[in-house]
Structures are given as structure tokens and as C-alpha cells.
């Protein structure tokens, strides 16, 4: 097995190159140059954050055992968590991350520090309130989400603000290899792969890469990815279909993609392919952003 870390990185990426080289064609690439203006990059830390909402109802997850565990925390209580682990991190516990949670929606004012975004990336039906999408991922250096894909198997654009991060990502034909435990985690540790057990992962392709603040990443529709935080890190992400992959992700019903999610891509579909407007499609799909899988 080789490990690689061939991925393209471009710099101010035109939407129409981007559309055509990368998402039609299902390839993962790095672009910078596209966020440098945003005030978050100035503005967003636990201090900032801690003082904006602090007694903001939360929620973090363990991984432990391919199982999720839910911590409900304040906001000003978890950034205590990261603060006192960053400081020594030998006479603390690592905190639970907070992984997949919508503050645009909870934090309204924050969308003005992520201005201006780059809409003309995604297909129109996502401009009328973009960031209702998008959820955050904060959490301490070490931070680690196992190996998985993203459950609606949507594109994924993903913003690194603040830290670096460690990402591995297999494109969807080497799941194959991976060992899956149910829809969309797998058992493989790609940092330390069990050979002996798990020996059919030699014949995948992993590629290990490192995502700095003003980096977006785009991962295509079914990428695994297995991401571990190497500094407190502040990121978000926005997961988005086109036409074609939310008739994709609809047929994945026959692959095991579970009935809550074929709903939740059945209303993007409507929204995509039959131009129902978002305005109507969201408070459907809503639920979805605190839907955990």
C-alpha cells in the first residue's frame, strides 16, 4: 500500500473551471485564494466564540468503538474543555468534538465574517440562504473523525479557518476496501492500518494531505475521508447536490443508504431536478442538520 499525497491544489479556481475539471469529473482538489477577504479569519477563536454565545446549547461527540456518543454542553463550557486541554494537554482529558453543528442558524451574526462566499460554486438552488447548509466542526487539537463518507453522499466543500488539518481521503471506489460497518463508517484506522487485520485495505489508494486556514477542500460524492485535527481548530463545511448526484445518491437506496436518508435526498431532488423552492423544500429537510448517523 502506498500512501500519497497527490492532490491538486488551485489558486482563485473560476466556478466554470471548477464546475467542469472537478466536480463533473468526481475530483477531489485544494483551492485557496477564494476566502482571503473574510473577517473570520481576524475575528474567529474560543474567545470570541466563548464571549459571542456563551450560554449557547450545544452539542459534542466521542467516537469510541464506532459508536457516537452525544454530549449537551454550553458553548462557554466546551471552550473551557478545549482551553484547559490545550494548556496541558498531559493533565486533561481530550474534549468531545463538536462535529456537525449548524451555527449559522444558532449564531446569525457570524455569516457577516464569512462574506463574500463563493455561491457561484454551487448549483442557483442553494443561493437563497446558503448558509442554512453548512455546519461547523470545533474542537481541540487531536480531534479525530473516524474513517467515513457523508451519509446524503453529497459534493462537499469544506472551509478551514483556524488550525490545520490532517485529512486521508479514498475515493469511493477503494470502499471496497475499507471493511464498512453499516452505511457509512468503516473499521480501517488509516494513521495505523491493522494489516493482519483488515489485509484486503494494501490494495487501496490512500491520500494524505494537510488542510491550512484560507483552504478549501472539495471532496466528491462518496469520498471516505478520515480527518484529525493537528491544532484547536475552527472549520465548516457545506454539503451540496447536483442534478446528477441526488439522482445517484436516490438509487443508493438499493446499496443499503438507510430510508431517512433517502427522504432527506428525495426533497433535494425535488428541489434540483423539479424546482421546488428552497423556501419550501427547507423545513423539511432542517431536521436533517442535527441528524446523526
Partial sequence: MIVSSA????????????????????????????????SGFEKWSLKYFKNLSPELNIYAKK??????????????????????????????PLPPYCHDLPLFSLIPSLIENAQPFPINYLPEWYCYKWWRYCQFFLGSSNSVTPLHFDC????????????????????P?????????????????????????????KNAKPIKFIVNPGDILYMPPGT??????????????????????????????????PIQNLYYNFLLTMGLVLKVPPQIIFKFYKPYLNYVS
Fill in 7 to 38: 492532490i491538486e491544489r488551485r489558486y482563485k479556481l473560476s466556478s466554470d473551471e471548477f464546475k467542469k475539471d472537478y466536480v463533473e469529473l468526481g475530483k477531489p482538489v485544494i483551492l485557496s485564494g477564494v476566502t482571503s477577504n473574510w
Fill in 63 to 92: 467516537f469510541c468503538n464506532n459508536k457516537i456518543e452525544i454530549c449537551p454542553l454550553t458553548m462557554k463550557k466546551y471552550i473551557e474543555l478545549i482551553e484547559n486541554y490545550e494548556k496541558a494537554p498531559e493533565n486533561n
Fill in 152 to 171: 446524503l453522499l453529497t459534493n462537499n466543500m469544506f472551509f478551514q479557518i483556524v488550525g490545520r488539518k490532517q485529512f486521508t481521503i479514498l475515493l
Fill in 173 to 201: 471506489e477503494d470502499a471496497k476496501h475499507c471493511y464498512r460497518q453499516g452505511w457509512r463508517w468503516f473499521l480501517v484506522n488509516p494513521e495505523n492500518p491493522d494489516l493482519n487485520k483488515y489485509p484486503d485495505y
Fill in 224 to 257: 471516505l475521508h478520515h480527518v484529525r485535527s493537528l491544532d484547536m481548530s475552527i472549520s465548516f463545511n457545506i454539503d451540496w447536490h447536483t442534478q446528477k448526484s441526488s439522482l445517484t445518491a436516490l438509487a443508493a437506496i438499493t446499496k443499503g443508504m
